[in-house]
């Protein structure tokens, strides 16, 4: 029950923290959105894990899982963000349920977890109701129109890359720890950003943009890193397939938050599209309890 609890604490956190996020990389952009997650996770987490640190530096082997995760992730998250500011929210979310069998597939191939027949058929219907989500002119697919949404190849390079993320976090927070695998991994992305935007002078008015965006950017951050703290937790309780099964149903709560907040116009089918992937990811997460 309690990797239930904290898996489903991991999808309500991840449906507000994406939507905040979106907000957050229109004002100030990708990077700087990446640095505040990752800023806050270094300073937040620190007096939790102090302790581990000695033992993690001693070890090359979680050092290099950890670091792994953190070149993932970080190259995942831009692709995300990106994505997310340039499409439509209701459509680029959905798209995470690429997440979905990216992590299952590697849980099973390299980490040995069972996967039923019934689950990959679920898998299956994600996929249909994903493309129905995303594709715009469904009765006419001429090669010389553009049939995909603004942002949607984006979100496809950051979901393959979040579905290795996942699946290392998983790995990492099982064999190591959870809080101090989501210390190192958000802390190394926030420094890196940070020193980054400082070599291209791109903080000189930071100030200025955290008081007139702190809402918005205090809530990503909060949100996004309570969400990757409850996963990492659930996986310590639950298999990784699992824990990604459930947490993946944020996707339906993350588009229909974009099309009630945002006033966002989607065709008929793009709703069914929405629905179907929803119930599927939902009714997945259900059977695999």
Known sequence: MQGILFAIGAMISWTFGDFLIQKTVRRVGSMKALMYIGIVALIVLCPFIYKEIPALFSSSRDLIILSLGGLVMFSAALFDFEALRRGKFSIVEPLYGLEVPVSLGLSIGIWGEYLSLVQMILIGVIFVG?????????????????????????????????????????????????????????????????????????????????????????????????????????????????????????????????????????????????AVTCVAVIILATISE
């Not at 790995?171 to 809080?179: D, K, R």
């Open 130 to 274: 994903i493309m129905l989500a995303i594709t715009v002119h469904h009765t006419h697919l001429h090669y010389h129109k553009r049939i995909f949404e603004r942002g949607v190849v984006l979100a496809i390079m950051g979901a393959i890359g979040m579905g290795l993320g996942n699946f290392i976090v998983g790995v990492a927070s099982q064999t190591i720890s959870p809080l101090i695998s989501i210390w190192f991994i958000h802390g190394s992305l926030g420094i890196f950003c940070l020193l980054y935007l400082l070599t291209r002078g791109q903080l000189k008015n930071g100030i200025k943009e955290i008081k007139e965006n702190i809402g918005i950017i205090t809530g990503q951050s909060i949100l996004d890193n309570v969400a990757w703290i409850f996963f990492a937790f659930s996986v310590t309780y639950l298999p990784i397939s699992i824990a990604v099964g459930i947490t993946e149903s944020y996707i339906a709560f993350g588009a229909l938050l974009g099309v009630f907040l945002n006033k966002e116009k989607l065709k008929w089918h793009q709703y069914i599209g929405i």
